[in-house]
């Protein structure tokens, strides 16, 4: 999971917080892809469902990247 933990590390206790919520986190990113999926179907009258999803996708990328690049920035010290 963690790419950077060397063999024989122990976790730390942000690490042990992170990986605890693992499973929650991943939730809430699908929850938060399934709303918006929802919403274009609510909204667009027989939407393309795999249009929308990669659209999304590609959406929720861009922010990923921009919140890599905030942290690179050093804007979560």
């Given at each position: 999971?963690?790419t950077y933990?060397?063999?024989?590390?122990?976790?730390?206790?942000?690490?042990?917080?992170?990986?605890?919520?693992?499973?929650?986190?991943?939730?809430?990113?699908?929850?938060?892809?399934?709303?918006?999926?929802?919403f274009?179907?609510?909204?667009?009258?027989?939407?393309?469902?795999?249009l929308?999803?990669?659209?999304?996708i590609?959406?929720?990328?861009?922010?990923?990247?921009?919140?890599k690049?905030?942290?690179?920035?050093?804007?979560?010290?």
């Open positions: 999971m963690f933990r060397l063999k024989g590390h122990s976790m730390n206790p942000v690490e042990q917080d992170i990986t605890r919520r693992r499973n929650e986190i991943i939730a809430e990113v699908n929850a938060l892809f399934n709303a918006n999926i929802k274009t179907d609510w909204d667009v009258p027989e939407a393309d469902n795999e929308a999803a990669k659209l999304i590609e959406i929720m990328e861009e922010a990923l990247d921009r919140l690049a905030n942290l690179d920035a050093g804007g979560f010290r």
